[in-house]
């Protein structure tokens, strides 16, 4: 168990310590893995930057991830879309929420710095747990579209399911705890706050100045 998502970026990045020397991009997805990406960026001596995707919940289970939208787009679609026989219209109305979402907050983010292109480089995307791994998927999907010649998954904890889905996309996948009873992300910290979205800010500002 790590006790904190800073300690588990701690560790992480002692993992992805081979990569050091290509100068990886570390993208974290916000907003839990924001700080962590911060941290990994600081101990690798690279640059690192916020990852917007969102995922899509089931119907009338917010917390439940059934598939995930990029900033592109593209609609990572799990298995349980069509075991659920979840509507096709409703994919599409969260979807487009979704994405004027992460527009708003890439316009808040690129007022404090631009965004960096990941394009002809390795990247590391971090985030704090995989579940359905639905929004890593999505994340992963549209790195590749933009052109970067590496992807490495990156989290501390994830179930069987999510690690080897990530597997099938990224060209690395370094997790740290796997449990053979996954539950939720949360099982792996003692200590689990929502990131919020001044904490991201505040981070950018510092990577600004």
């Known amino acids: 168990m790590f006790k904190d998502r800073i300690q588990a970026a701690q560790q992480l990045a002692q993992a992805l310590t081979h990569l050091k020397a290509s100068r990886p991009l570390v993208l974290g997805i916000a907003r839990g893995a924001v700080p962590m990406a911060a941290e990994i960026a600081r101990l690798l001596d690279t640059d690192w930057d916020v990852l917007l995707a969102k995922k899509i919940s089931a119907p009338g289970n917010p917390e439940f991830a059934v ?105 690395e996948v370094v997790c740290l705890l796997i449990p053979d009873a996954f539950a939720s992300v949360s099982q792996g910290y003692e200590q689990f706050e929502q990131v919020t979205d001044d904490e991201i800010l505040e981070l950018l500002r510092q990577k600004a100045t």
């Open 67 to 171: 598939a995930a939208v990029d900033e592109s787009g593209w609609v990572y679609r799990s298995d349980l879309v069509a075991q659920l026989d979840i509507d096709e219209s409703y994919l599409e109305q969260e979807k487009t929420r979704q994405l004027e979402v992460m527009r708003q907050r890439r316009v808040q983010y690129e007022a404090i710095t631009p965004h960096l292109d990941p394009d002809h480089r390795t990247v590391i995307v971090v985030d704090d747990g995989l579940a359905t791994g639905a929004t890593m998927l999505a994340a992963l999907h549209g790195l590749k579209q933009q052109g970067a010649v590496q992807i490495i998954c990156a989290a501390p904890i994830g179930s069987q399911a999510s690690v080897l889905a990530a597997k099938q996309v990224a060209d």
